[in-house]
């Protein structure tokens, strides 16, 4: 029987663009911006008053993680009890952006007038990492809990993968804006004109805010849960809710296979470019070598992702997972050959084509992943269960994928010299053989996933005859 297909209307195209792309406006300063932020104010703190550096950004990372999965689960399990979300996710954007643009206030001179005492700048820092749990708080409340779980709510299995094409290019788009459009407030040449570049991301976030108030209809009126809070919250984790949900739960540990891989060497992506492969990041011309590759990358990967949700939406999303890891597997292996390559032109047509494949399959297989996801969430417990999915998706890949990126990048032993003066290793193209060796193990719960398709197929075929 072929499906219905079900079109997302204008508002809701605009709700899910608009909305989305502005929490991850959000999302790129803490995960691209934050720790070159702290590794300023160690610059430009006095030499007795330096800190360590690894260490404020090891603890900066595990406590945003811890701070977004718990969130989630809290505050989605708070709304699936009392079945809103557009409150959470207009007061949530408007108080993130405000948070966001509070980094601005943060420097080693203001925090030494807040607090008149030596080793300014790791009062600095910690003032950073505290108000990044209160930023990641906001954002998790207002984007990972309930914007995820009104997208859920508010799209159908016939049209799901599509909608995810679009919002898992919006990550690209956000680093590719604020790259092109604001990176130069961040560098010497541009002043090093932190404060402002907080305040124009955290004032888009929160006007977004203000305007979601009126874009987003007014939510009807639906009887609270019955069910108790915190019974709420331990839902996702009952033996029965997982034998009951079991095709959910190895989707997600597909997912965590993926997001782990991922960590081992998405993290030092752009290092690894520019210092490992030598792909040039300077010169007179605004288009240097570094900004070809990057710009290929993100552009055609954002397009043809999109292909890959209208496909998976047409054929069905069990056709598109295995060709989608696929491209991403091979993406990683080739990125693994670009230091290799003795022409300076040839390497930047080696790496803006593995880098293009890389990230088509970094963008394609979440669509296929989180497509699944939501389809098999149950229905009036999208919140408390996109908790869930952050502990495979973000806390556990997270905690495991870049600790083993760093040791590796830590065997090679040659280091370079950043723009404050740090010392860091310089990333090492053996992490994508590692990071492809992880992802070879998504094969075992995609086995079961299809075992359990082919078993549903056949008892489905025998009730009709």
């Known amino acids: 029987m072929e499906k219905t297909k079900e079109k997302v209307g204008i508002r809701l195209w605009l709700i899910f663009i608009i909305v989305g792309l502005a929490g991850q406006f959000a999302w790129s300063i803490e995960n691209m911006y934050l720790n070159t932020y702290i590794g300023y104010l160690n610059f430009t703190a006095v030499a007795a008053e330096k800190f360590d550096y690894s260490l404020i950004i090891a603890i900066t990372t595990a406590l945003s993680a811890v701070t977004a999965t718990l969130t989630t689960l809290l505050m989605g399990g708070l709304m699936d009890k009392i079945k809103h979300r557009k409150i959470f996710i207009c007061i949530g954007y408007l108080v993130w952006g405000i948070a966001t643009a509070s980094f601005g206030l943060l420097n080693v001179g203001s925090s030494t007038a807040l607090i ?18 209160c930023m990641t708080f906001f954002g998790s409340t207002a984007n990972d809990a309930a914007f995820n779980s009104y997208v859920t709510q508010n799209t159908k299995d016939s049209n799901r993968a599509k909608v995810e094409g679009v919002l898992s290019i919006l990550p690209l788009i956000s680093m590719l804006v604020i790259f092109v459009g604001l990176n130069g407030l961040t560098t010497k040449d541009g002043g090093y004109k932190w404060d402002l570049f907080f305040y124009i991301i955290g004032g888009i976030v929160s006007l977004v805010g203000i305007v979601a108030l009126f874009l987003i209809p007014k939510e009807d009126k639906v009887a609270k849960s019955n069910q108790p809070y915190f019974r709420l919250l331990v839902e996702g984790f009952k033996p029965t809710t997982i034998k009951t949900n079991k095709k959910l739960y190895l989707i997600l540990i597909a997912y965590f296979v993926f997001a782990t891989a991922t960590q081992v060497f998405f993290p030092y992506l752009m290092i690894y470019v520019e210092k490992t492969c030598q792909i040039a990041n300077t010169g007179s011309s605004f288009l240097t070598s570094f900004a070809i590759v990057m ?6 990967g954002s397009l043809l992702s999109v292909i890959f949700g209208n496909l998976a939406d047409k054929y069905g999303k069990s056709k598109m997972i ?23 032109v040839g390497r930047t047509v080696y790496m803006s084509i593995s ?21 098999y969430i149950p229905k009036g417990k999208e919140g408390v269960f996109m908790g869930v999915r952050m ?23 040659s280091v370079y010299i950043d723009d404050f003066g740090v010392k860091n290793n310089i990333p090492s193209n053996y992490a994508y053989l590692a990071a492809l060796a992880i992802l070879a193990l998504v094969v075992i719960p995609l086995i079961f996933i299809f075992k359990n398709n082919i078993k549903e197929e056949i008892k489905n075929n025998g009730n009709k005859e």
């Open 116 to 133: 008149p005492i030596q080793m300014a700048a790791v009062t600095a820092a910690i003032m950073v990492i505290v108000i990044d749990c």
């Open 391 to 413: 502990i495979f998706v973000v806390l556990l890949p997270m905690c495991i994928g870049p600790f083993i990126g760093d040791a590796i990048n830590g065997v090679g032993g």
């Open 322 to 344: 295995i060709p989608t890891l696929v491209t991403y597997g091979v993406g990683i292996f080739m990125m693994f050959f670009g230091e290799y390559i003795a022409s300076d």
């Open 355 to 375: 880098t293009l494949i890389m990230i088509l399959g970094f963008v394609a297989v979440p669509t296929i992943l989180n497509a699944f996801v939501r389809e």
């Open 295 to 300: 710009a290929v990358a993100l552009l055609g």
